[in-house]
């Protein structure tokens, strides 16, 4: 997989937070497809999926809280 940028909180619970979703104004249609929620969608300056095969990338080698 190639490289690609991630959106992290620390203002919510402290450094390390990685956010996977964020929804906000609901302006950003998160009735999607398969193939949508498994590449992402939106923008991480505004609301987003970030997508199940970056998800999957990043939490595969280690056991991580949600």
Known sequence: MDPFQVFCDAKMAGPGWLVIARRTTGDLNFYRNWA???????????????GL?????ITKSQTHQL
Request: proline share 0%; hydrophobic share 40%.
């Open 36 to 50: 949508e929620y498994k590449r992402g969608f939106g923008d991480l300056a505004g609301e987003f999926f970030i």
């Open 53 to 57: 095969d970056k998800l999957h990338a």
